[in-house]
């Protein structure tokens, strides 16, 4: 499955932001696929960027996701510098029992911390 586009994510701590995942095979399950981890581990050494993820919706080839900052890890300063770009992990759970969802390839990420976004 592949994730389409090049959404802006606001990782600022308590800010949304939406991606929509499109799977081609039509491996999702309407109302039982859902998201269970969004992280980027690949941005900053070391250190792990992490979103609260929330399914919107989904259907048997698109999830719309919301998108919660959790800020920076802890300790990270970037010295008046930007963190410009990401790449995204999802991954996708299916109730025990069901068939396994789909597995998401990484997603190239623009960031913004913008409080009042």
């Known amino acids: 499955m592949s994730a389409i586009g090049?959404?802006?994510i606001n990782y600022h701590k308590g800010k949304s932001s939406h991606i929509v995942l499109v799977d081609p095979s039509s491996s999702?399950?309407?109302?039982?696929?859902?998201?269970s981890?969004?992280?980027?581990?690949?941005s900053i050494?070391?250190?792990t960027i992490t979103f609260?993820?929330?399914r919107l919706s989904v259907t048997a080839v698109k999830m719309k996701i919301q998108l919660q900052g959790?800020?920076?890890p802890a300790g990270v300063k970037l010295n008046g510098s930007t963190l410009d770009a990401g790449n995204l992990t999802i991954t996708l759970s299916n109730p025990?029992?069901?068939p396994s969802p789909p597995k998401v390839d990484n997603m190239p990420v623009d960031y913004v911390?913008?409080?009042?976004?």
């Open 6 to 8: 090049g959404p802006s």
């Open 28 to 35: 999702m399950l309407p109302n039982i696929t859902d998201v």
């Open 37 to 42: 981890s969004v992280v980027d581990t690949v």
């Open 45 to 47: 050494k070391g250190k």
């Open 52 to 54: 609260t993820a929330t």
């Open 70 to 72: 959790q800020g920076l």
């Open 96 to 98: 025990s029992g069901s």
């Open 113 to 117: 911390d913008n409080a009042n976004s």
